[in-house]
């Protein structure tokens, strides 16, 4: 029995690809527009970043130009405290004890002490 052999000039091409549209936007307008989309989101970012730093600055600079004014009132505040104390000493004592060697005025140091000790 002879073998079947292929037609003179061979078989025909198989179709194995659709002839279909592709759908969707391609590759490169996928990426440009994640591109944009990055650019405007770094450009927000920096534009951020400066606004920022401009807040910094003028909040340090409103800083430096109010020290005076707290310093004075921290001060006035202290001598009004000074002066109390000084009425409160004389009316239980009787007379003003000198704690310094001078009459120079020492701001008072204040440090924070524990409410409970114990004792061992």
Known sequence: ??????????????????????????????????????????????????????????????RIHLIPALQAEEDRDLVRKHLADQAREKELLGENLRVYNSDRYVRPTFAVTPGHTTKD
């Open 1 to 62: 029995m002879p073998q079947d052999m292929p037609p003179v000039g061979g078989y025909d091409a198989v179709q194995y690809k659709r002839n279909l549209p592709a759908r969707g936007p391609r590759p490169a307008m996928l990426l440009a527009g994640v591109g944009a989309v990055m650019v405007y989101g770094w450009y927000k970012l920096i534009i951020g970043i400066r606004e920022q730093n401009e807040y910094g600055r003028e909040k340090m600079w409103s």
